[in-house]
């Protein structure tokens, strides 16, 4: 079964900058459709931020565009998150996704908190 460990999150101040990492084992990155995050503020829905999909390269929440980069190293099995200029709206619960087949697996989840 996939496993997926993120790891990284932590209280920044606005304006700063954080790099997520989510380590997958028990798995071929190389097989995977898509590999992603999502966030969930309190009190709200979970939310799509960044994707790397197979055939179809890199997306981005409209929120996130310019600020944020996905990338992955299929050696390590691992997708980052680099976070840049981070804002009180990115408040939230960060979870790693991968998608092999129809099956998405899901990371437990790292906080990231920007406050002042």
């Known amino acids: 079964q996939v496993q997926l460990v993120e790891s990284g999150g932590g209280v920044v101040q606005p304006g700063g900058s954080l790099r997520l990492s989510c380590e997958a084992s028990?798995?071929?990155?190389?097989?995977?459709?898509?590999r992603g995050w999502y966030r969930q503020a309190p009190g709200k829905q979970r939310e799509f931020v960044a994707s790397i999909s197979r055939g179809v390269g890199t997306n981005y929440a409209d929120s996130v565009k310019g600020r944020f980069t996905i990338s992955s190293d299929s050696a390590k099995k691992t997708v980052y998150l680099q976070m840049n200029t981070l804002e009180l709206e990115d408040t939230g619960v960060y979870y790693c996704?991968?998608?092999?087949?129809?099956?998405?697996?899901w990371g437990q989840g790292t906080q990231v908190t920007v406050s002042s």
């Open positions: 028990r798995v071929d990155f190389r097989v995977t459709n898509s």
């Open positions: 996704t991968v998608l092999i087949g129809n099956k998405r697996t």
